[in-house]
């Protein structure tokens, strides 16, 4: 199957239906079609090919659902820029994917002289933004404007690209520090938007879903996309604001919204909470990080006309586990699972050998499906390493009952996941030791009431040397994302080691731990 059959889909069967919304912008499937059609055209006459890449470094926008849908029109990939990179990381994924095509809105236009000398193979950057004077590079070489390009362009037949057709580039966080591109095929997408929805319904037939997530992220792009397979309308916001959720409910009749766990308790403690009339949504589904209990209760409560289901997955495997509304109905310890294998996945929990565990036994969650990644770009052996006889190994230590639900315990995989985005151990480790008065770090996971979890650094200086929180703050920010930055650094004369001389991070975040439920109890007594 190719996913822009979903717009051949909508075009015969609702031409006049409000397809895409953007601020004061409406779109019929008729109009988003037509653009398509010759926006494929256009990139054609940029030189772009099938199998090419094109990259987009923007905020949410009714621009980004036809970049996506143009390219596919046309069998070219498309490599989605986490917007909260620096420009060193930037430069990085438009080197390492070799797009061709950069798509620049207002907000990062002002990026491009830097990219432009960092990232020798982009030929061509579009300024797909409304404000025609945001980009300092106007007269650059190469330099084209997005509207000018569509009404210029006569549309394109589809080439109907799909199967096993490379459709999107999607970054996610190195082990060893350099971000790794997921590649994820058109038969992995629809496989794990279609069986996701036939295991949650988590797009009302022509509803509308808000995509007020980032659409660089796995979680965003399968909400996005379910309904416009199932057909309707995709609501976009540029970021996500508790207020402009509210007024996107209201305004627009809003029946389904993705959320990470950070968003939904922004809303829950948002004062416009008890006045915002919510009535209208149907559906609201949640994951990428852990979520407490008390949390969803609250939310529960504030939406009680609408059903919760929590999706857990990774974006090489995309949705893999379910916990569906009648599990947060019954609520008890179902809350604390991540639910069962969706109808598209098949899954395990396996011993080293990668043989299947009596249930209630902890080992590595596994599983396999025509949702997985084809690999990671460029790199044969990662891929080799994490696909192994067909399974998909994820790093996660979890345990199933005999019932099917599956719970996770614990990561093997060194990796913190802050406000819904991953962060990686050895990236932040990397960053603080290239600081001059750093002698050795380990970075940590804290549990954390608003992000889920917050980056903590232990860090050992050099003798003689010295340095503050606030500095080495400042200097990770100067190479990686600002939410990859610690929010706390504590210093330390000496790291815990193993007598392998591996550091026991473990001992070093239960002693953070104890240390938190000491003070906690000393306060309450």
Same mark, same amino acid.
């Given at each position: 199957?190719?996913?822009?059959?979903?717009?051949?889909?909508?075009?015969?069967?609702?031409?006049?239906?409000?397809?895409?919304?953007?601020?004061?912008?409406?779109?019929?499937?008729?109009?988003?079609?037509?653009? $398509?059609?010759?926006?494929?055209?256009?990139?054609?006459?940029?030189?772009?090919?099938?199998?090419?890449?094109?990259?987009?470094?923007?905020?949410?926008?009714?621009?980004?659902?036809?970049?996506?849908?143009?390219?596919?029109?046309?069998?070219?990939?498309?490599?989605?820029?986490?917007?909260?990179?620096?420009?060193?990381?930037?430069?990085? &994924?438009?080197?390492?994917?070799?797009?061709? $095509?950069?798509?620049?809105?207002?907000?990062?236009?002002?990026?491009?002289?830097?990219?432009?000398?960092?990232?020798?193979?982009?030929?061509?950057?579009?300024?797909?933004?409304?404000?025609?004077?945001?980009?300092?590079?106007?007269?650059?070489?190469?330099?084209?404007?997005?509207?000018?390009?569509?009404?210029?362009?006569?549309?394109?037949?589809?080439?109907?690209?799909?199967?096993? /057709?490379?459709?999107?580039?999607?970054? /996610?966080?190195? /082990?060893?520090?350099?971000?790794?591109?997921?590649?994820?095929?058109?038969?992995?997408?629809?496989?794990?938007?279609?069986?996701?929805?036939? /295991?949650?319904?988590?797009?009302?037939?022509?509803?509308?879903?808000?995509?007020?997530?980032?659409?660089?992220?796995?979680?965003?792009?399968?909400?996005?996309?379910?309904? $416009?397979?199932?057909?309707?309308?995709?609501?976009?916001?540029?970021?996500?604001?508790?207020?402009?959720?509210?007024?996107?409910?209201?305004?627009?009749?809003?029946?389904?919204?993705?959320?990470?766990?950070?968003?939904?308790?922004?809303? $829950?403690?948002?004062?416009?909470?008890?006045?915002?009339?919510?009535?209208?949504?149907?559906?609201?589904?949640?994951?990428?990080?852990?979520?407490?209990?008390?949390?969803?209760?609250?939310?529960?409560?504030?939406?009680?006309?609408?059903?919760?289901?929590?999706?857990?997955?990774?974006?090489?495997?995309?949705?893999?586990?379910?916990?569906?509304?009648?599990?947060?109905?019954?609520?008890?310890?179902?809350?604390?699972?991540? &639910?069962?294998?969706?109808?598209?996945?098949?899954?395990?929990?396996? &011993?080293?050998?990668?043989?299947?565990?009596?249930?209630?036994?902890?080992?590595?969650?596994?599983?396999?499906?025509?949702?997985?990644?084809?690999?990671?770009?460029?790199?044969?052996?990662?891929?080799?390493?994490?696909?192994?006889?067909?399974?998909?190994?994820?790093?996660?230590?979890?345990?199933?009952?005999?019932?099917?639900?599956?719970?996770?315990?614990?990561?093997?995989?060194?990796?913190?996941?802050?406000?819904?985005?991953?962060?990686?151990?050895?990236?932040?480790?990397?960053?603080?030791?290239?600081?001059?008065?750093?002698?050795?770090?380990?970075?940590?996971?804290?549990?954390?009431?608003?992000?889920?979890?917050?980056?903590?650094?232990?860090?050992?200086?050099?003798?003689?040397?010295?340095?503050?929180?606030?500095?080495?703050?400042?200097?990770?920010?100067?190479?990686?994302?600002?939410?990859?930055?610690?929010?706390?650094?504590?210093?330390?004369?000496?790291?815990?080691?193993?007598?392998?001389?591996?550091?026991?991070?473990?001992?070093?975040?239960?002693?953070?731990?104890?240390?938190?439920?000491?003070?906690?109890?000393?306060?309450?007594?």
């Amino acid at each position: 199957m190719y996913l822009t059959q979903a717009l051949h889909r909508e075009l015969q069967v609702a031409p006049e239906r409000t397809m895409t919304v953007c601020g004061g912008r409406a779109r019929t499937a008729r109009e988003v079609v037509d653009r $398509v059609a010759r926006l494929a055209a256009a990139l054609r006459g940029l030189g772009v090919e099938p199998g090419d890449r094109v990259a987009v470094l923007a905020r949410n926008s009714d621009r980004y659902h036809e970049i996506f849908f143009g390219a596919w029109w046309t069998a070219v990939a498309v490599n989605p820029v986490n917007t909260r990179w620096s420009v060193e990381e930037i430069a990085y &994924g438009l080197n390492d994917s070799g797009s061709l $095509v950069l798509f620049v809105d207002d907000d990062f236009a002002g990026l491009v002289p830097a990219l432009r000398e960092r990232c020798p193979g982009l030929r061509t950057v579009v300024h797909c933004g409304d404000d025609a004077g945001a980009s300092s590079c106007e007269d650059c070489e190469d330099y084209e404007d997005y509207e000018a390009l569509i009404a210029a362009a006569e549309p394109v037949a589809d080439l109907r690209a799909g199967g096993e /057709t490379l459709a999107a580039l999607l970054y /996610t966080g190195g /082990t060893t520090g350099a971000p790794k591109g997921v590649m994820v095929s058109h038969r992995s997408l629809v496989t794990s938007t279609l069986g996701t929805q036939v /295991t949650r319904a988590a797009a009302v037939p022509g509803g509308s879903q808000l995509v007020c997530a980032p659409m660089f992220h796995i979680a965003a792009l399968l909400g996005w996309l379910t309904q $416009v397979m199932v057909g309707g309308t995709a609501v976009f916001l540029p970021a996500f604001t508790p207020d402009g959720v509210w007024e996107a409910v209201e305004r627009h009749g809003v029946t389904s919204v993705g959320l990470v766990p950070t968003m939904l308790q922004m809303l $829950v403690d948002h004062p416009g909470a008890a006045t915002a009339d919510l009535g209208g949504l149907r559906h609201i589904g949640y994951g990428a990080s852990s979520v407490s209990e008390s949390l969803l209760r609250r939310a529960m409560e504030l939406f009680p006309q609408a059903s919760f289901t929590q999706g857990y997955g990774m974006t090489e495997t995309a949705m893999i586990t379910v916990l569906g509304a009648d599990e947060h109905r019954a609520g008890g310890r179902l809350l604390r699972s991540a &639910g069962r294998a969706a109808a598209h996945c098949e899954v395990r929990v396996a &011993g080293p050998d990668g043989e299947e565990l009596p249930r209630g036994q902890v080992g590595e969650l596994l599983c396999r499906g025509d949702h997985l990644m084809l690999g990671y770009w460029n790199r044969p052996d990662e891929t080799a390493l994490a696909l192994r006889d067909g399974w998909m190994h994820t790093g996660d230590a979890a345990y199933m009952d005999e019932d099917g639900y599956v719970f996770i315990t614990d990561r093997l995989k060194d990796m913190i996941i802050s406000g819904g985005e991953n962060v990686y151990s050895a990236e932040v480790e990397n960053a603080l030791a290239q600081h001059p008065a750093v002698a050795s770090v380990a970075v940590i996971g804290l549990p954390d009431p608003l992000w889920g979890e917050r980056v903590h650094a232990v860090v050992v200086l050099r003798p003689d040397a010295a340095a503050t929180e606030d500095e080495l703050r400042r200097h990770v920010r100067s190479l990686i994302a600002s939410y990859k930055v610690p929010r706390s650094v504590e210093f330390a004369a000496a790291l815990p080691v193993s007598g392998a001389g591996k550091i026991l991070k473990r001992e070093l975040r239960d002693r953070r731990l104890r240390a938190a439920e000491a003070t906690e109890a000393a306060e309450q007594g």
